[in-house]
């Protein structure tokens, strides 16, 4: 039995979706039930009946299932697969600020930890960020964490002021307003997509700043035939896959999350064999966590 037979019979025996997040390998999201970015993911996790869901994205996406989903057996097959940025809004951190500054705001970025989600008001994902702040009242204090480079691109975008944290994505950061010029160059007739996450300088650059969910709604409805993806390369196979008669290139600095890679085959099988890998989180955690989720999910209709 292959590896692909051997998965699909464990996923029927365990009544299990699998889940997959757009920068995965291509053959984890080919074997995937769903694929999506961090809203998408989030969206069918709330209303997933499964007994078992096996979450193949990074550490925080695999927690946001078993908060959406607490009566679920959420399995993570690569539990070191963590992210950076999630790590830079520290929860303990995160209580203190909003003790010495009660009057503030605090919205947090999808890619945290369960913990500092807990100690923040109101979730968002970089395809409901703008909708979410522009819904807040002119007057309100917030602070914005853990990426200030989405937070920054928000400030331009809506002319509010925000508070910004000290984070971002490792990924996306190193993106550079050389390597936006450089694509032009080699692709001249391409329309030029980055994500939020990079730069304000970066996202000046390009013909649009869009979450990988929009990118791929775009690139569907567009007439163009020639692409530049300024985001993490895993995007790239479903793009070419669900738009064959297009062009899509990456940038030439070649932005990967080794994180997300970490996800195999072998290890979908493996935790699906021997239903490893189980994110566990008190009750108290997935209680306060899940509120400033839903409320993303009630101000993103």
Same mark, same amino acid.
């Given at each position: ?9 464990? =996923? ?7 889940? +997959? ?31 078992? @869901? ?62 500092? =989600? ?12 703008? =909708? ?19 937070? #920054? ?13 000290? #984070?971002?994505?490792?990924? &996306? ?15 001249? *007739? ?15 650059? +390009? ?12 690139? =569907? ?15 790239? &196979? ?6 064959? *008669? ?16 970490? @996800?195999?085959?072998?290890? @979908? ?33």
């Amino acid at each position: 039995m292959d590896i692909i037979q051997e998965i699909l019979k464990l =996923k029927k025996e365990r009544n299990a979706v699998i889940m +997959a997040h757009n920068y995965t390998l291509g053959e984890v999201q080919d074997i995937a039930d769903y694929c999506g970015d961090s809203l998408e993911l989030a969206r069918i996790a709330a209303k997933c009946n499964a007994e078992v @869901i096996v979450l193949c994205g990074v550490r925080f996406m695999a927690e946001t299932a078993k908060i959406l989903s607490p009566a679920a057996t959420v399995l993570h097959p690569a539990v070191d697969s963590g992210c950076p940025m999630a790590d830079m809004a520290d929860p303990e951190e995160v209580k203190k600020f909003k003790a010495d500054n009660p009057d503030t705001l605090l919205i947090a970025y999808v890619n945290t930890t369960a913990a500092t =989600k807990s100690e923040v008001d109101i979730c968002c994902t970089s395809g409901n960020a703008e =909708k979410i702040v522009s819904a807040l009242p002119a007057g309100q204090k917030v602070m914005f964490l853990p990426d200030a480079n989405l937070g #920054g691109n928000l400030i331009k975008k809506l002319d509010r002021p925000m508070e910004l944290w000290h #984070g971002c994505c490792p990924i &996306h950061d190193r993106i550079t307003p050389e390597d936006i010029q450089l694509a032009r160059k080699a692709h001249p *007739d391409a329309i030029i997509m980055v994500h939020p996450e990079c730069k304000v300088e970066v996202t000046a650059l +390009a013909d649009m700043a869009l979450s990988t969910g929009a990118m791929l709604n775009f690139v =569907k409805e567009s007439d163009a035939a020639e692409f530049v993806a300024g985001t993490e390369i895993g995007i790239l &196979h479903r793009m070419r896959k669900e738009n064959p *008669d297009k062009k899509f290139y990456p940038l030439d600095c070649n932005p990967v999350c080794e994180d997300m890679k970490k @996800i195999t085959l072998e290890k @979908i099988a493996t935790v699906l064999r021997e239903m490893s890998g189980k994110v566990e989180l008190s009750p108290e955690i997935i209680e306060k966590a899940r509120r400033p989720i839903e409320k993303m999910l009630e101000l993103s209709k």
